[in-house]
């Protein structure tokens, strides 16, 4: 396992490094000194990036398959929009050699041609994202994860944006935010019915023992209530 304190860790994007280390079982991130922290849904981001390395623990705290699942739903769809805006070059990028060959032998429609249309580029797309999924090997990252860590280019490098792109840019923007909204929600959600699950069956219990004291009264009662709704 691994152990950060006082690391000065404050984005979800350095936790992406994580994922070039061979194996890992623990990790421990300390508040202090670690300001990412702070962010609500740090947990599920990791467990989410690090989603091939099946974490057992989180800061000595038991990662359980609720927590696997919940992490899965709020940042799959981030990981498959990124996913749609790399053409079939950076999508091959992402795959170390190896995979990258095995991917292209799985794949008899990816062929590297010019002046292709639109059309052909997303079926070829489509064709590489296919066989990665057939034949990834188990322990190793699936294509919608590691997009979330591609190395975008320098400000000063980045060339001019067209009006189109600016749309697409755009348009990004507004799917991750209302992704981000969507997970926050969510979580808040999930807080609030963490607080009032207890009393919630606490109550059911207290009223399912009442009702079997009283067993006849229930279903005089019950009986009762059925016949004023068909009458």
């Known amino acids: 396992g691994l152990t950060f304190s006082f690391s000065s860790i404050s984005s979800l994007k350095q936790l992406n490094a994580l994922s070039s280390i061979r194996r890992l079982d623990f990790l421990t991130l300390s508040p202090e000194g670690n300001p990412v922290t702070n962010f609500s849904l740090w947990k599920y981001y990791l467990l989410y990036r690090l989603s091939h390395f099946n974490l057992r623990k989180i800061n000595d705290v038991d990662v359980t398959?609720?927590?696997?699942?919940?992490?899965?739903?709020?940042?799959?769809?981030?990981?498959?929009?990124?996913?749609?805006?790399?053409?079939?070059?950076?999508?091959?990028?992402?795959?170390?050699?190896?995979?990258?060959?095995?991917?292209?032998?799985h794949c008899d429609s990816v062929e590297q041609k010019k002046n292709i249309s639109l059309k052909q580029a997303e079926e070829r797309k489509k064709a590489v994202i296919s066989a990665e999924q057939k034949n990834r090997p188990s322990g190793t990252e699936a294509l919608s994860v590691s997009a979330l860590a591609y190395p975008h280019l320098q400000p000063a490098a980045r060339p001019k944006t067209s009006t189109s792109n600016r749309c697409a840019l755009s348009t990004c923007q507004q799917l991750v935010d209302e992704v981000v909204g969507s997970a926050i929600t969510r979580h808040s959600k999930l807080q609030a019915l963490e607080k009032i699950w207890s009393g919630v069956l606490r109550d059911t219990v207290r009223t399912a023992i009442s009702d079997f004291r009283s067993l006849d009264s229930t279903v005089e009662g019950a009986l009762s209530l059925v016949q004023d709704q068909t009458g």
């Open 65 to 105: 398959m609720t927590d696997t699942i919940l992490a899965e739903q709020l940042f799959s769809s981030l990981g498959n929009v990124t996913l749609q805006q790399f053409d079939v070059s950076r999508l091959l990028y992402l795959l170390p050699d190896v995979r990258r060959k095995q991917v292209l032998s």
